[in-house]
């Protein structure tokens, strides 16, 4: 799984698969085209992130992502 960060970005874990690894993300029914690439510091430090990017844009519009809250502000935080 991913998030989209950008038109032709997602956001993933590193160890989804091993550096530079083609892989077809789907969104959808619709696959794209995409090479994985990994943080430099996995698995050495505990920087689980890798970016897989897209031959094409993904046609959906990427996750938008807020400014940080304000002191004292109520958040709801969500993940895996």
Known sequence: SGTLVGPRTVLTAANCA???AGLLVYFGEHPV???LMRSPYFPTKPHDL???LLEEEAGIDPMTVGKS???GAKVQ????
Request: net charge neutral.
């Open 18 to 20: 091993r550096n530079g």
């Open 33 to 35: 085209p995409a090479t």
């Open 50 to 52: 890798a970016v897989a």
């Open 69 to 71: 809250p304000e002191a």
């Open 77 to 80: 935080l969500a993940g895996y």
